[in-house]
Nanobody, 115 residues
Framework: QVQLVESGGGLVQPGGSLRLSCTAP????????MGWYRQAPGKERELVVY????????YKDSSVVGRFTIARDNAKKSVALQMNSLKPEDTAVYYC????????WGQGTQVTVSS
């Protein structure tokens, strides 16, 4: 069973920044695309952005283009999400997973953007 561990969330004011991290220590990491997903209150979980095995970034939510940057470190089996210019509508629980996702999910990390 794959273990996914997210961290780095918190409460931030609009316009602020956060950096999320995810490790997948027992995953065959380097050959998989890795994504960041989010689930806002009352909504379905959705894929926001992913990075291919070769390092190409694909945005699935146009609202984060120019604000969110995804990066991977295959040696550390980790993927990060740098989030800048945060907006209240970015408030959600953020998860990392393969794209397409495994059936197993981590606990996620809460991001709250509020003044």
């Amino acid at each position: 069973q794959v273990q996914l561990v997210e961290s780095g969330g918190g409460l931030v004011q609009p316009g602020g920044s956060l950096r999320l991290s995810c490790t997948a220590p027992d995953m065959a990491f380097s050959g998989n695309a890795m994504g960041w997903y989010r689930q806002a209150p009352g909504k379905e979980r959705e894929l926001v952005v992913y990075i291919t095995a070769r390092g190409l970034t694909i945005y699935k939510d146009s609202s984060v283009v120019g604000r969110f940057t995804i990066a991977r470190d295959n040696a550390k089996k980790s993927v990060a999400l740098q989030m800048n210019s945060l907006k209240p509508e970015d408030t959600a629980v953020y998860y990392c997973n393969r794209n397409p996702p495994y059936s197993t999910w981590g606990q996620g990390t809460q991001v709250t953007v509020s003044s």
